[in-house]
T-cell receptor
Framework: AQSVTQLDSQVPVFEEAPVELRCNYSSSVSVYLFWYVQYPNQGLQLLLKYLSGSTLVKGINGFEAEFNKSQTSFHLRKPSVHISDTAEYFCAVSEVNAGNMLTFGGGTRLMVKP | GAVVSQHPSWVICKSGTSVKIECRSLDFQATTMFWYRQFPKQSLMLMATSNEGSKATYEQGVEKDKFLINHASLTLSTLTVTSAHPEDSSFYIC???????????FGEGSRLTVL
């Protein structure tokens, strides 16, 4: 079975500063990796996903993530954050051939301050 | 992207009553839908996998008689919380597979408060 660890439960950052949200996973088989964003009282929106190919994945809203197989990581980055990026971010993993069944990390609350 | 809609978005009910939450795929057919539960400031926990035309597959620890799931059509899955109690209060979210790898779309969520 796979597991996902998001090391930081909260990340405060000033507006226009860069940010990195960390995600590490554990699995005995190949996986697909995802980052989702959740705004208060809303569902999840897909930011980006890694299925195969280039390890650097670009998503919406200026976010990108890099898959590092040797470190089993999939950290999310943005070079300059906005107030509107304040939200909860979830890293998720799905084992290949598992039918899109996702396992989520505990979430990281990004708090962007003016 | 594809759209998944949940209804109601917010529901308050008395203890002992049953509540039904609907999850619809608006512009695609979903043979598989997933139901999650989210407690405040916590992650999503998969409750069950709903397959059109067959019985749902429940995760360990989830009471199938308490959380009834019906996936009667390719665009609708329902979650019924039977004999609800205050501890069932939570945010329930559904997702649906649109076909491709990783193509999983989420509903807006339904917040249940049991008094």
């Amino acid at each position: 079975a796979q597991s996902v660890t998001q090391l930081d439960s909260q990340v405060p950052v000033f507006e226009e500063a860069p940010v990195e949200l960390r995600c590490n996973y554990s699995s005995s088989v190949s996986v697909y990796l995802f980052w989702y964003v959740q705004y208060p009282n809303q569902g999840l929106q897909l930011l980006l996903k890694y299925l195969s190919g280039s390890t650097l994945v670009k998503g919406i809203n200026g976010f990108e993530a890099e898959f590092n197989k040797s470190q089993t990581s999939f950290h999310l980055r943005k070079p300059s954050v906005h107030i509107s990026d304040t939200a909860e971010y979830f890293c998720a993993v799905s084992e290949v051939n598992a039918g899109n069944m996702l396992t989520f990390g505990g979430g990281t609350r990004l708090m962007v301050k003016p | 992207g594809a759209v998944v809609s949940q209804h109601p978005s917010w529901v308050i009910c008395k203890s002992g009553t049953s509540v039904k939450i609907e999850c619809r795929s608006l512009d695609f057919q979903a043979t598989t839908m997933f139901w999650y539960r989210q407690f405040p400031k916590q992650s999503l926990m998969l409750m069950a996998t709903s397959n059109e035309g067959s019985k749902a597959t429940y995760e360990q620890g989830v009471e199938k008689d308490k959380f009834l799931i019906n996936h009667a059509s390719l665009t609708l899955s329902t979650l019924t919380v039977t004999s609800a109690h205050p501890e069932d209060s939570s945010f329930y979210i559904c997702s649906a597979r649109a076909g491709g790898v990783g193509e999983l779309f989420f509903g807006e969520g339904s917040r249940l408060t049991v008094l």
